[in-house]
């Protein structure tokens, strides 16, 4: 399999615990994007990574959260002292980036974290 | 803020009939639009985009149009086959170059036999 992979796959948690999830891109792709996304609505940006940098986060990425690309291919995002808001499927894409074209965004299946 | 919402939460159709998704979006600065398909338990998958110097572009089975003076998107499946049945979202470009979706809430797509 080629596309974005992300694991685990599913999550369960109890309040106050640390998490983390590691997303593998599309092998040749440089930029990766982590996405949160809640029942019935739509994926909400969080941040992205150009190869190793964080060049953007979301003001919805509190202190609690932090992502990491350290040599620019897997990433991992943590969540720390987790809390029942946090309980959403959480999406990783990757796409690539050449000159100013990008193509387009492909997503893994995502990790669905439940917060108990 | 600026947000992207759709006209319809849900929507069912007969197999074989074309099905209509329409979108509106706020912010007049988008410039790419992209619909993603969204089946229970996975990713969004890329159906097809348009940038805003077009108002149509078609793929296999499904076209999309856009009118920026009334700030709509629509997307059009032919002949939908129930394994269209999906959540479809629109998404923008809301960051430029950078490729940073804001996604609207999603119609619920269901495709009766």
């Known amino acids: 399999d080629t596309g974005v992979s992300q694991n685990p796959r599913h999550k369960i948690t109890k309040r106050g615990q640390n998490v983390t999830f590691r997303c593998d891109p599309i092998s040749e792709h440089n930029r990766l994007y982590w996405y949160r996304q809640t029942l019935g609505q739509g994926p909400e940006f969080l941040t992205y990574f150009q190869n190793e940098a964080q060049l953007e986060k979301s003001r919805l990425l509190s202190d609690r959260f932090s992502a990491e690309r350290p040599k620019g291919s897997f990433s991992t995002l943590e969540i720390q002292r987790t809390e029942q808001g946090d309980s959403a499927m959480y999406l990783c894409?990757?796409?690539?980036?050449?000159?100013?074209?990008?193509?387009?965004?492909?997503f893994g299946q995502g990790t669905r974290l439940t917060v108990v | 803020g600026e947000s992207v919402g759709l006209h319809l939460p849900t929507l069912s159709v007969q197999e074989g009939d074309n099905s209509i998704i329409n979108c509106a979006y706020s912010n007049s600065a988008s410039d790419y639009f992209i619909w993603y398909k969204q089946e229970s338990g996975k990713g969004p998958q890329f159906i097809i985009d348009?940038?805003?110097?077009?108002d149509k572009r078609q793929g296999q089975r499904v076209t999309v149009l856009l009118n920026k003076t009334v700030k709509h998107l629509s997307l059009q499946i032919a002949a939908t086959q129930p394994g269209d049945s999906a959540v479809y979202f629109c998404a923008e470009n809301s960051g430029g170059s950078n490729y940073k979706l804001t996604f609207g809430k999603g119609t619920l797509l269901t495709v009766n036999p």
């Open positions: 348009i940038r805003s110097n077009m």
């Open positions: 894409a990757s796409s690539l980036r050449r000159g100013l074209q990008n193509t387009e965004a492909f």
